[in-house]
């Protein structure tokens, strides 16, 4: 049977193409049968209004990938949550290590929580879908939903579509949603998020001190000799 596989690549993706709906990328591939080829779509990447037309016209079901942390911040309503990573909770010495260094670094400053790969996802899927079913899988930056689609597509499954560079293309509105953040922000967290607001708070002090200095200068002066003297 002869397929034609799409790669797409967001500027974060490790699949790397950047196209909005990756159409302009095929690769064929397959054997001839009797006369002819038998051509079979496997996985579209397209963009969020492309998307919503998938979800609205042609009726395919809306299946998030990512992790519960994600997930619950925001998502599109009335989606199906099959993560394809799960928090790794095991407590063997190795793990407990990475654990660690997890949390120390990408953890902090992302608010990425420390996972593996969820061994009961494509069973999962099965459990609610047929391999005929029209799928939208959906993570935040692209990589987890092209993921997903591969191993779906090697269990059989041939209308699955993703979003080229994941909810974090999506702008305010596109879909409904719940949870507290919109959905292009659901990635955020950890240190990063104050970031903005500590770089405001300090520009606007900088700002009146260089005000301050302009408009009164002889008080500057007085105010910077009654500083301590490093000598």
Do not use: W
Request: proline share 3%.
């Amino acid at each position: 049977m002869a397929g034609i596989t799409c790669y797409g690549l967001s500027s974060h993706s490790l699949l790397g193409l950047g196209s909005e709906s990756c159409k302009s990328l095929l690769v064929v591939k397959g054997k001839q049968r009797g006369r002819g080829f038998q051509i079979k779509a496997q996985v579209e990447f397209v963009n969020a209004e492309e998307a919503k037309k998938l979800v609205g016209v042609e009726g395919y079901a809306v299946v998030d990938v990512r992790d519960k942390t994600q997930f619950e911040r925001a998502h599109i309503k009335n989606c199906y949550h099959v993560p394809l990573f799960i928090e790794n909770t095991d407590n063997d010495i190795r793990t407990i290590v990475k654990r660690q260094l997890h949390n120390n670094f990408a953890g902090l400053f992302f608010g990425l929580p420390f996972t593996k790969p969820n061994p009961e996802f494509v069973q999962s899927v099965k459990s609610q879908f047929s391999p005929q079913s029209k799928l939208l899988l959906v993570c935040q930056e692209g990589l987890r939903s092209a993921a997903a689609a591969e191993r779906l597509e090697r269990a059989g499954y041939d209308n699955i579509a993703c979003i080229t560079s994941g909810l974090q293309t999506v702008k305010p509105g596109t879909f409904d949603s719940v949870g507290s953040k919109e959905l292009q922000d659901a990635g955020k967290a950890g240190l990063v998020t104050i970031q903005g607001k500590i770089s405001a708070v300090l520009g606007t002090v900088l700002i009146c001190a260089l005000l301050f200095v302009t408009f009164f200068p002889d008080q500057a002066e007085q105010i910077l000799q009654m500083a301590p003297s490093s000598n």
